[in-house]
Nanobody, 123 residues
Framework: VQLQASGGGLVQTGGSLRLPCAASGLTLDYYAIAWFRQAPGKEREGLSCIRSSDGSTVYAESVKGRFTISADNAKNTVYLQMNSLKPEDTAAYLC?????????????????WGQGTQVTVSS
């Protein structure tokens, strides 16, 4: 199983980026996919997750209304659309996969992690 996160870069405050997380070796229908971020000196923060089987989503308050998670099951790819970016969004962004758990949108055990993609928002 591999998760490949990409799409990071340098953007100005107020700008947008879309981060794809391409999955191989697993079928999205049976997994929850989540995006996390980690900035230097800070704890890893969960941002959003999607239950690909029905498209249910959850967002952290810090990104609600600005970020949108979506899944293209045909491409086995989950996207994080990030709008209205702020300097405090600067971090390494990672995606992870957890086997679907009945009654939970985000799953519980994130067994598979991709490498991070760096997002830097300049002021």
């Amino acid at each position: 199983v591999q998760l490949q996160a990409s799409g990071g870069g340098l953007v100005q405050t107020g700008g947008s980026l879309r981060l794809p997380c391409a999955a191989s070796g697993l079928t999205l229908d049976y997994y929850a996919i989540a995006w996390f971020r980690q900035a230097p000196g800070k704890e890893r923060e969960g941002l959003s997750c999607i239950r690909s089987s029905d498209g249910s989503t959850v967002y952290a308050e810090s990104v609600k209304g600005r970020f949108t998670i979506s899944a293209d099951n045909a491409k086995n790819t989950v996207y994080l659309q990030m709008n209205s970016l702020k300097p405090e969004d600067t971090a390494a962004y990672l995606c992870a996969a957890a086997p679907s758990v009945h009654g939970m949108i985000c799953g519980s055990e994130y067994d598979y992690w991709g490498q991070g993609t760096q997002v830097t928002v300049s002021s």
